[in-house]
């Protein structure tokens, strides 16, 4: 079994693209309590990569296909969204629909890029990370994963015989 990480990036101030020191902080918190992984990726906006940093990480490469959504995408979610209401908006077909399954592709390239045994982590943002969870495990039931990620927070993915079998949410307490 292969198992992937998703998490979303840490605290900035915006506007700024960095992280601020309660951030930095976080990230390095949360990646105490982490494992090892043999590839690490990132989204190309500096707040991702530097979480990936902060929690101890090397980061082997950045894809921009992690950083953004298109617009079409964003106009069929809203705030405050669960799981399970990212599930239903990818049911009805369309650009979320589209978008989930591209990513979720993206998540299983990166993960067969890894042996049996070896874990993968991403770093990247908000609600591509719901979608991309979404998409990977399009007949779960997840509405017991409540509430939106909030920094730090992602999903772990667990990947056998080609296929994303199952997952659990990250929280960060």
Not at 62 to 83: C, N, Y
Not at 88 to 116: H, I, S
Request: with cysteine; glycine share 8%.
């Amino acid at each position: 079994m292969r198992i992937l990480e998703h998490r979303r990036h840490s605290i900035r101030t915006k506007p700024s693209p960095h992280l601020n020191q309660d951030g930095v902080s976080l990230a390095r918190r949360v990646g105490e309590r982490m494992g090892s992984f043999a590839l690490v990726v990132t989204s190309s906006l500096p707040r991702a990569y530097e979480t990936a940093i902060a929690m101890g990480y090397a980061v082997h490469e950045q894809r921009e296909q992690l950083a953004h959504m298109p617009e079409a995408v964003e106009r069929e979610l809203r705030r405050s969204m669960t799981f399970a209401d990212y599930m239903a908006v990818v049911r009805r077909g369309g650009a979320a629909a589209r978008y989930a399954a591209e990513q979720a592709a993206l998540l299983r390239e990166l993960v067969e890029r890894v042996r049996d045994g070896e874990s993968v982590l991403v770093i990247s943002h908000g609600a591509i990370i719901e979608l991309s969870a979404v998409g990977a495990l399009p007949d779960a039931d997840l509405s017991d994963w409540n509430g939106e990620l909030g920094y730090c927070e992602g999903v772990r993915l667990f990947y056998e015989q080609g296929a994303f079998v199952r997952g659990e949410v990250l929280r960060v307490r």
